[in-house]
């Protein structure tokens, strides 16, 4: 919303009218610096939206986007004050730069931290809320020409953007206070979790408690469904240890390749039903969440010489996709300023809580058809 009204509305519509008074009127060389933000923010958000994130991680590039905001602020005060053309190349690649890393994160917490059912109704919202805040940039802008007396000069199109710059501030910090445990849905490394409690129907009054934990996982903690939200990769050969059982595959001329062979088919949690659980973290920061596993992605270390090692499972290699579970968190009743700066400062993460009773918001009674039902022979000979 500050970003829309101050930024994208204020001192960015004023950039054009401003470029012209510096350069005189020069049609192309407004031109040339249009064009040089246009491609540099393209490149940068599609190289952001598809190397970046994916690589270091939407909270690095986060913290990228506020350094460059922070250099752009910088550039605004120093380009404005010498007021030459080549003063605003710099500032239009700059925040070029920032308006492509800015988009590409916004766009993947925004789509990460929205309940999948109400995304359709928040999205219109967005939308509404994107248009009035944009329109209300020009206002503030033709308010502060009035109270100069609106003569078009150099020094009256600064202080315009000097104010939007000086609001534009708000928005820079903002980037260092994104975390992507506050996201609603989120992929990580199996590894990063302690142990995962499912809540299961049992013929006693008290329910029964399932726990996996990822360092004592192995295959028998899986068993066949075709329907199931376990990808399993099992490879083939023995230990990687021995030279004389390794198996890869090789080019047509019997040269080395970094393939190997593996087989991978679709499993689910032995007795488990359902995808709802509490999922505990290594870091001592994150509290429990409720969450609904969307998939797991499990990778099996290779058996040793023994043949009647079980295959444990690989948590460094292993991923798990999850969604925090909207019907077993509090939500806040009323409007808040002091849990609105609080989530500012500190994470929203901190009243994610289970509700009392959670584990009967997760029994499934209903019992799983084939539940007895071993994993195949193939899977056996892993």
């Known amino acids: 919303m500050i970003s829309n009204m101050f930024k994208e509305g204020m001192w960015f519509k004023a950039l054009t009218p ?9 049609p192309i060389a407004v031109g040339n610096m249009m064009t040089l933000n246009g491609l540099t ?3 940068v958000g599609v190289s952001c939206g598809r190397l970046m994130i994916n690589s270091i991680g939407t909270d690095a590039v986060w913290f990228v986007t506020g350094i460059v905001g922070a250099l752009g602020l ?3 005060v120093i380009c404005l004050c010498q007021g030459s053309v080549f003063a605003a190349y710099v500032l239009n690649f700059t925040w070029a730069v920032y308006n492509g890393l800015w988009n590409s994160c916004l766009e993947t917490s925004w789509a990460r931290s929205i309940f999948r059912s109400k995304r359709e109704d928040i999205n219109g919202a967005r939308q509404i809320t994107n248009k009035v805040t944009t329109s209300l940039g020009p206002l503030f802008s033709a308010a502060i020409f009035l109270s100069y007396g609106n003569h078009w000069d150099v020094g009256l199109v600064q202080n315009v953007m000097l104010f939007g ?3 534009t501030s708000v928005v820079v910090a903002l980037c260092f206070f994104f975390r992507s445990t506050q996201e609603i849905e989120q992929d990580l490394p199996l590894q990063d979790i302690q142990s995962m409690e499912f809540f299961c129907a049992s013929n006693s009054s008290e329910a029964e408690i399932l726990t996996f934990e990822p360092d004592a996982m192995c295959q028998t903690d899986f068993m066949a469904d075709d329907d199931g ?3 399993l990769t099992c490879p083939l050969g023995g230990n990687s240890e021995s030279w004389a059982s390794r198996i890869r595959i090789l080019t047509s001329d019997y040269k080395e390749t970094h393939f190997i062979l593996a087989k991978q088919f679709r499993a689910s949690l032995k007795g488990v039903e359902g995808q709802s659980c509490l999922l505990w973290f290594r870091d001592a920061a994150r509290p429990c969440l409720p969450v609904q596993i969307e998939e797991l992605q499990i990778y099996l270390k290779q058996v040793g010489e023994d043949l009647d090692e079980v295959p444990r499972v690989n948590g460094a290699r ?6 925090i579970d909207p019907d077993a968190l509090h939500p806040p009743q009323h409007f808040s300023l002091r849990r609105f700066w609080r989530s500012i400062l500190l994470g929203s993460n901190s009243q994610v809580l289970p509700q009392e009773g959670l584990s009967k918001a997760l029994l499934r009674t209903q019992e799983r058809e084939g539940s007895e039902d071993q994993l195949p022979s193939l899977f056996a000979t892993c």
């Open 165 to 167: 710059t000086g609001m």
């Open 74 to 76: 910088l550039v605004n």
């Open 18 to 26: 401003y470029m012209l008074i510096i350069t005189d009127n020069d």
């Open 41 to 43: 923010r393209a490149l």
């Open 229 to 231: 939200n376990v990808v």
């Open 318 to 323: 292993s991923t798990i996709r999850f969604s």
